[in-house]
């Protein structure tokens, strides 16, 4: 079983609707949970970055964090034609000081129609 | 302020031979990490620097190596290439937890 599982889609919505992205984890460990937003053949782009449970919101997008459930969620209002992209979550522990290293999903593509 | 930049952006080599990539960290970033990404997979954890030194490591063979320079710049290298190496490496770099990746070199083996 894999730490973190995201459903890979692909994920077909019309422009304007609400998105919802999930992942699952298994390691409890995970204190820190992000999500990248990644374009065909660049690098990922960090979207959103929490701590630990609890909502974030920034502009349409919004994070979520169960850590009771172990399920992170993205949600993206007014979805558009932009916003069409692999999103990645990704999650790590608290070792120490500085950045560890992330465990990513494996990616779900989206596409917003326009 | 330049992001996270990394060259070569495509490279193509035969099996067994030896590659090098290369990162810049975003100004002011300290700590390199360097993943592998397959097609339609998540990035995979190689390993991580910091102050010249290997901190952290994932689950890939020792022909993975790398080494960081005392401007934070830092290098990958591989040995004796195998078909299954053929993937994007991406490179994230960091202050704290946020770690910001740049566009990636896409190795083809060959």
């Known amino acids: 079983q894999k730490e973190v599982e995201q459903d890979p889609g692909p994920l077909s919505v019309p422009e304007g609707a609400i998105v919802s992205l999930n992942c699952t984890y298994s390691n409890s460990a995970f204190q820190y949970f992000m999500w990248y937003r990644q374009y065909s053949r660049k690098g990922p782009e960090l979207l959103m970055y929490t701590y630990s449970s609890g909502n974030k919101e920034d502009g349409r997008f919004t994070a979520q964090v169960d850590k009771s459930s172990k399920y992170i969620s993205l949600f993206i209002r007014d979805s558009q034609p932009s916003d069409s992209a692999t999103y990645l979550c990704?999650?790590?522990?608290?070792?120490?000081?500085?950045?560890?290293?992330?465990?990513f999903g494996q990616g779900t593509r989206l596409t917003i129609n326009p | 302020d330049a992001g996270v930049t990394q060259s070569p952006t495509h490279l193509i080599k035969t099996r067994g031979q030896q590659v090098t990539l290369r990162c810049s960290p975003k100004s002011g970033h300290d700590t390199v990490s360097w993943y592998q990404q397959a097609l339609g997979q998540g990035p995979q954890f190689i390993f991580q620097y910091y102050e010249e030194e290997e901190r952290q490591r994932g689950n890939f063979p020792d022909r993975f190596s790398g080494h960081q320079f005392p401007n934070y710049s830092s290098e990958l290298n591989v040995n004796a290439l195998l078909l299954g190496d053929s993937a994007l490496y991406l490179c994230?770099?960091?202050?704290?937890?946020?770690?910001?990746f740049g566009p990636g070199t896409r190795l083809t083996v060959l």
């Open positions: 990704a999650m790590s522990p608290p070792l120490g000081q500085g950045a560890q290293k992330l465990v």
């Open positions: 994230a770099s960091s202050l704290g937890q946020e770690q910001f």
